[in-house]
């Protein structure tokens, strides 16, 4: 089992409405968690970072954590076409040098978001 | 600032062959990483530096090796390319900060290497 799962989707949505993202994790232990979104032949870029349990809300994204259950969501309100991408979740572990921290991705959920 | 470079953009090897991408960052950045990006696979860590100096393996480092030129400079070698190595290849960096847990990371535009 990878230790961050994402379904892969593609999850259709039409333009205004909300998208659900979903993310579950297996490291009861991790800390930070992040969103990245990645467009088709481009490098992720860090959209939404969560660290408390609850909504963290940035503009149209609210983030939500649940330490407990081991999840982490992104909704995205009034969706456009230009959300269309892949969002990729991550979960910061501790590596083995002391003092850093690496991120383990899950595979990515393509959103399309049509008109 | 150009941010996190990487050179080349592209490549294409045949079988056996070596190589080196090689990325820098001008954000005066501590951490940098290597990743590998596949269909259907999320991005996995090949090989990370903590700080300059130091180095260590990810989740798939067989195959590559890495060096940590000095702080701007992380390089990514394949001493003998084989297929199974065409991916697309990101470079990252991070700034490891009094919040450590909470570092983000910054993402080159990647090289994409196709091994014949």
């Known amino acids: 089992q990878k230790e961050v799962e994402q379904n892969s989707g593609p999850l259709s949505v039409p333009e205004g409405a909300i ?18 979104r990645q467009y088709s032949g481009k490098s992720p870029e860090l959209i939404m970072f969560i660290y408390s349990n609850g909504d963290k809300e940035d503009g149209r994204f609210t983030a939500q954590l649940n330490k407990a259950s081991q999840y982490v969501s992104l909704l995205i309100r009034d969706s456009q076409p230009s959300d269309s991408a892949t969002y990729l ?21 393509s959103l399309i978001v049509h008109p | ?48 530096s903590a700080s300059e100096g130091t180095t260590d393996k990810g989740e798939v480092p067989n195959g590559y090796n890495v060096s940590r030129l000095n702080k701007r400079e992380f390089s990514l070698r394949l001493e003998s390319a084989a297929p199974s190595q065409t991916s697309v290849y990101f470079c990252a960096s991070s700034d490891l900060g009094l919040a450590a847990t909470r570092e983000t990371q910054y993402f080159g535009p990647g090289t994409r290497l196709l091994v014949l």
Request: hydrophobic fraction near 30%; aromatic fraction near 14%; charged fraction near 15%.
């Open chain 1, 19 to 36: 998208a659900s993202l979903n993310c579950t994790y297996s490291d009861r232990g991790s800390q930070s968690f992040f969103w990245y």
């Open chain 1, 89 to 109: 979740c991550a979960v910061n572990r501790e590596g083995k040098t002391g003092g850093s921290y690496i991120p383990t991705f899950g595979r990515g959920t």
């Open chain 2, 1 to 48: 600032n150009a941010g996190v470079t990487q050179t080349p953009k592209f490549q294409v090897l045949k079988t056996g062959q070596s190589m080196t991408l090689q990325c820098a960052q001008d954000m005066n950045h501590n951490s940098m990483y290597w990743y590998r990006q596949d269909p259907g696979m999320g991005l996995r860590l090949i090989y990370y």
